[in-house]
């Protein structure tokens, strides 16, 4: 049993750091090998990557963040494998790597949606029910323009999905957490869109800064 609890604190640890990383900065530092502060507007987010690297730098950028977001998931599951808990690993490691990723320990707890992160995390956990929950979050981040809304109909749908399909008590419980702790970093974006204070997005110009701190 000591063991167990062993795998679960190097998985939640691990999966936790890896989600609080910026991948902007590793992006910059180990594939264009440059340090982005210096670069410039001299700071670390997505607006400046993407005048320093232009569009193949952003879908770089996309594809490290994907394979960062996936490390610590198919770990996770790869150690409680040997327990033949892959799925509970990988839904453990997935609760800690969001939770990373909306309070990075790295960045003063200042964190981002995890839209992508909790897509990866679904797809690992239910591969259907986190294609469904990535098209719900593209669909409407493309109709209605606003990065909240599309985060907040992809929680829903992961979480509904999951207590549907899910038939492992433990399991479930943890998606339905990781999807309440995104809802809890909604709050003051919804807040704001109850307002008409909410920025939305325009794909005719150049966005990158409005996800600055987002991505």
Request: charged letters at 15%; hydrophobic letters at 55%; glycine letters at 8%.
């Amino acid at each position: 049993m000591i063991f167990y609890w062993i795998f679960l604190i190097l998985i939640g640890a691990l999966a936790y750091i890896m989600g609080s990383l910026s991948t902007i900065r590793i992006a910059s530092v180990f594939i264009y090998h440059r340090d982005l502060r210096r670069l410039g507007q001299g700071n670390i987010w997505l607006s400046n990557f993407h005048r320093i690297y232009g569009i193949g730098g952003i879908i770089t950028l996309f594809i490290v963040e994907i394979l960062k977001n996936l490390l610590p998931v198919l770990i996770g599951g790869w150690i409680l494998g040997a327990k033949d808990q892959a799925v509970l690993g990988r839904a453990f490691a997935g609760f800690c790597l969001v939770l990373g990723r909306l309070w990075p320990v790295f960045n003063r707890f200042k964190g981002s949606y995890a839209s992508l992160c909790l897509a990866v995390t679904a797809i690992c956990v239910r591969p259907a029910v986190g294609a469904i929950s990535l098209v719900m979050f593209a669909l409407l981040l493309w109709f209605k323009r606003y990065m909240s809304i599309a985060t907040l109909a992809e929680v829903l749908v992961f979480v509904a999905l999951s207590m549907i399909v899910i038939d492992d008590s433990i399991v479930m419980t943890l998606c339905i957490l990781t999807g309440l702790l995104v809802i809890v970093k909604l709050v003051p974006k919804i807040i704001l869109l109850i307002q008409g204070e909410e920025e939305k997005l325009s794909f005719k110009e150049d966005i990158s800064y409005k996800f600055d701190q987002k991505f």
